[in-house]
């Protein structure tokens, strides 16, 4: 009997830098571990038409760079920091890494369907009140319009208040 290579469906985790992206990120591999799937790391440019393309960067050479060059120098920089505060992560070291330019939700289903994620892993704020009503959630929005499983992971602030 022939045994056939099952092509595995990657665990989709958008991120955006901040300190909610990396327990978003890690509870990604630790899923990605016991199912065996591999991840894919995704960063939304959000570059909406009124805004400029390049972004001045006070540099020795005041050079204009392009806000995708930028965001892929923070990108580079936010898995390797990450990668380094945790070693044992084995799934970390073997995570694609994808780049996209536009609206974040719309980008993140997108990409989901394209490339036939089992799941989207994302961090959240967790925003109440005024806050949440003016700036809205990308995490809640994901939930609502995605067509896939959403997981939100909001950052252990018991266990950041437990290390000081």
């Known amino acids: 009997m022939n045994a056939k290579k099952i092509d595995r469906q990657p665990i989709l985790v958008p991120v955006d830098f901040s300190s909610h992206s990396k327990p978003a990120l890690l509870k990604a591999c630790e899923l ?3 199912t065996g ?3 894919l790391v995704l960063h939304v440019v959000h570059d909406p038409a009124e805004m400029p393309g390049y972004y001045g960067q006070v540099t020795k050479k005041k050079k204009l760079l ?3 060059d930028l965001a892929r120098e923070s990108f580079d920089e936010f898995m390797k920091t990450t990668a380094a505060e945790n070693p044992d992560v084995k799934k970390l070291k073997k995570a694609e890494d994808m780049l996209v330019l536009g609206l974040p939700v719309s980008r993140i289903i997108e990409v989901a369907k394209k490339r036939n994620a089992s ?5 959240s704020q967790g ?3 005024l806050a949440h009503v003016l700036l809205g959630s990308k995490a809640e929005q994901l939930v609502r319009l995605a067509p896939l499983p959403v997981m939100i992971v909001k950052e252990n602030t018991n266990k950041k208040a437990a290390d000081k």
């Open 32 to 34: 990605a571990e016991c």
């Open 37 to 39: 799937d591999p991840l």
């Open 66 to 68: 392009r806000i995708q």
């Open 119 to 123: 799941m989207v892993v994302m961090g």
């Open 127 to 129: 925003r109440t009140g």
